[in-house]
C-alpha cells in the first residue's frame, strides 16, 4: 500500500508538486499520467525516499519515507527513470549486488535470483557487461533489480520508455502477471500503457492532481465516447452522408476527415446514437467499410484536461 | 551490514573492471620507485631506512589519490546509478564509508605491492622494521585524509574532472597549511590561536613524524579524525546535492 499525503516539492520558487495526495492498494495498477515535467518524476522519487518532500508525507506499507527510510525502501521495489545501473557490471553480478544488499540469503536468495532472470529472460546476457546491451535488455535488467526481493510494492518510472512495441509488450504482460496481491505504481505519457494494464489512472499537471478514476472512467470524458465513426467507401458519397448523420437522432456534431473518408458522429449529451445510425446507414445502403463504436480517445481526454490545467493561474 | 559489505565489494571490483586500475598502481610504484632512488638519494644516504621512500608519498598522493577519489560519487551522479544507490535499503553513510573503504583498499593494494623496496633496504641493511611498519600505516592514513576530501569534493559535483581538480587544490592547501604558503594569508590579520589552528590541519607536518617511524596518538587521532569529519561532509553534500 502506498499512501500520500499533502505532498509537496519547491525547488525555490518553482512548485515541482502542490499538495498531492493519493491512495493505492494491493491488487491495484495505478498509472501515473502527465505532460513532462508534471511532477511525476518528483513523486516518484519522494515515495523511494531519494529526495525529502517540502511538505506532506508518504508511506510505502504503512512505513512513512521520512520517519523509518530503511523498512519503506525494503518493502519497496523502484525502478529510477532511465532505468540506471552500473555498465561495467554483468547482470548476473548486478543483480547479485541488489540481492546481498537487500539481505537476501542461502535457498531464498537464490530462488528469487533464478526466478527474476527466467521471467525478465535475461539468460542469454548474463555474462555480458550491461553497456553492451541493448536497451531493451538495460530496461529488463532495471526491471529485474526493482523485484528481486519480491517486493510488496512496486513504483517503476516510465518502464517502457524507449522500447520497441514488442519489448512494451512484454514489459506490459510482465506487470500484469505480477499485479494479484502488489501494489504497483507506474508513470508513463503513453496513454495506451493505461488503457493496456492500469486499473485506475491519476493525471498530474503543473504538479496539481487532475483527475483520478479508473481507465473507462476517464475514457467516458471523451467527447468522443459513444461516438460513432464511418469510413465512406465512395468519396462523393460524403457530402450527402454527412448531412444525413447531423439530422439523425442522437447526434450532436458531425466531424468530417476528407483525408481518408471518415466521418465521426458525436453524441448529444447522454445520447447514444450508434443503433439510428447503424439502422439509418442499412436503410439507405451507404456504401461504408466501417461503421464502429467509438469508447472515447484517452489522448484527448488528456489534451483537454492538462492544457485547461496550464490556463489555469 | 548486508550492505557496507555488498556495496565494498561492489566498488572495489569496479576498479579493477577498467584499466584505470592497472595504469594507477603502474604509475604509482614506477613514480614511488624513481623518486626514492633519484631524488631521495636513497643509495647516497648510506642509511639503512625508508625516510627517501615515504618522504614523497605526500606529493605522490597529491595527484593519485584525487584520480581515484574523482569517481567516487561524480560519476555516479552524473550516470544516475546513485538514485539506484541511495533508494536501497541502506543508509546514506553506510554508503560513503564502503565507498571510502574500497578506495582506501585500492590504494593500501598499490602501497603493499611497494614491498620489494623493504625487501631491499633489509638486503642491504638492518633497518628498524617497526618504523617502517609505523611508515606505512601512516602513509595510508595519510591516504585516506585525501581520499576523504576527494570524496566530499566528489559528491559535489557531477563532472569528475572538476571533482579532481577541486581535490588536488583543497589537498595541496591541506599539505601546506603549516608553512608560510598558507600561513602568509593569515598573518597579519588572524589572531595566534586561528593561526595555530591552521598550523595544526597540516598534513606534512603530522606525517613528518610518522615517517620517521614515530607513531604518535595525537598524529593518528588527526588522520582519523580528518576521515571523519570530510566523511560526514560527503553524506552532508549528497543528501543536499545528490538529486540535482
Known amino acids: ?313 | 551490514m548486508n550492505g557496507l559489505r555488498a556495496i565494498y565489494q561492489r566498488e572495489l571490483a569496479s576498479y579493477f573492471a577498467t584499466p584505470l586500475a592497472y595504469v594507477f598502481i603502474v604509475i604509482f610504484l614506477l613514480l614511488a620507485g624513481a623518486v626514492t632512488f633519484s631524488l631521495g638519494g636513497f643509495y647516497e644516504r648510506g642509511q639503512a631506512d625508508l625516510a627517501p621512500f615515504f618522504n614523497f608519498h605526500p606529493w605522490l598522493y597529491l595527484f593519485l589519490v584525487p584520480a581515484v577519489a574523482m569517481r567516487l560519487w561524480a560519476e555516479e551522479r552524473r550516470s544516475g546509478s546513485v538514485e539506484l544507490l541511495l533508494t536501497l535499503p541502506v543508509r546514506p553513510g553506510v554508503a560513503v564509508v564502503a565507498k571510502f573503504l574500497a578506495g582506501l583498499t585500492f590504494v593500501g593494494l598499490a602501497l603493499v605491492l611497494t614491498f620489494p623496496i623493504w625487501i631491499t633496504v633489509n638486503y642491504l641493511g638492518s633497518p628498524d622494521n617497526g618504523a617502517i611498519l609505523a611508515g606505512y600505516v601512516g602513509s595510508l592514513l595519510m591516504a585516506g585524509g585525501f581520499l576523504a576530501v576527494g570524496s566530499a569534493l566528489s559528491a559535489a559535483t557531477r563532472s569528475q574532472v572538476i571533482a579532481f581538480i577541486l581535490t588536488v587544490v583543497v589537498c595541496f592547501l591541506l599539505l601546506l597549511a603549516g608553512f608560510p604558503l598558507v600561513l602568509d594569508v593569515f598573518r597579519g590579520w588572524a589572531p595566534a590561536p586561528l593561526l595555530d589552528a591552521v598550523a595544526s590541519l597540516s598534513f606534512l607536518t603530522h606525517f613528518q613524524a610518522i615517517s620517521k617511524g614515530v607513531l604518535d596518538l595525537r598524529d593518528l587521532l588527526y588522520f582519523i579524525m580528518t576521515i571523519g569529519v570530510w566523511l560526514y561532509a560527503t553524506t552532508l553534500v549528497l543528501e543536499l546535492r545528490k538529486a540535482d
Open chain 1, 1 to 313: 500500500m502506498i499512501e500520500v499525503s499533502g505532498l509537496t516539492k519547491r525547488y525555490g520558487d518553482v512548485v515541482a508538486i502542490s499538495d498531492l495526495s493519493f491512495r493505492v492498494v494491493a491488487g491495484e495498477i495505478l498509472g501515473f499520467l502527465g505532460p513532462n515535467g508534471a511532477g511525476k518524476t518528483t513523486t516518484m522519487r519522494i515515495i523511494a525516499g531519494f529526495i525529502a518532500p517540502t511538505a506532506g508525507t508518504a508511506a510505502v506499507l504503512g512505513h512513512d519515507v521520512a520517519r523509518e527510510p530503511l523498512a519503506a525502501r525494503q518493502a519497496l521495489g523502484y525502478l529510477p527513470e532511465g532505468a540506471p545501473s552500473w555498465p561495467e557490471m554483468t547482470p548476473r553480478s548486478f543483480l547479485a549486488f541488489i540481492a546481498d544488499v537487500r539481505g537476501l540469503k542461502g535457498d531464498r536468495r537464490r530462488r528469487r535470483l533464478t526466478d527474476t532472470i527466467d521471467r525478465l529472460g535475461l539468460g542469454p546476457v548474463l555474462d555480458q557487461t550491461i553497456d553492451t546491451l541493448s536497451k531493451g535488455f538495460k530496461r529488463r535488467v532495471g526491471l529485474a533489480q526493482a523485484i528481486v526481493h519480491d517486493p510488496p510494492v512496486l513504483v517503476l518510472d516510465e518502464p517502457t520508455d524507449g522500447l520497441d512495441p514488442n519489448q512494451k509488450h512484454e514489459v506490459r504482460t510482465l506487470i500484469s502477471e505480477m499485479a494479484p496481491g502488489k501494489t504497483i505504481v507506474i508513470s508513463t505519457h503513453i496513454l495506451e500503457e493505461v488503457d493496456a494494464v492500469c486499473t485506475r489512472a491519476i493525471i498530474v499537471a503543473r504538479g496539481r492532481l487532475l483527475v483520478d478514476e479508473r481507465p473507462a472512467t476517464l475514457q467516458a470524458r471523451s467527447r468522443y465516447h459513444n461516438a460513432v465513426t464511418l469510413t465512406v467507401a465512395e468519396p462523393a458519397d460524403l457530402p450527402h452522408i454527412a448531412a444525413a448523420l447531423r439530422a439523425a437522432p442522437g447526434v450532436g456534431d458531425v466531424e468530417v476527415d476528407l483525408r481518408d473518408g471518415r466521418l465521426t458522429a458525436l453524441p448529444a449529451p447522454g445520447q447514444l446514437p450508434l443503433a439510428a445510425i447503424s439502422e439509418l446507414a442499412t436503410r439507405e445502403h451507404w456504401n461504408l467499410h466501417e461503421l464502429r463504436l467509438e469508447a472515447g480517445r484517452l489522448d484527448e481526454v488528456f489534451r483537454t484536461v492538462t492544457s485547461a490545467a496550464e490556463q489555469m493561474p
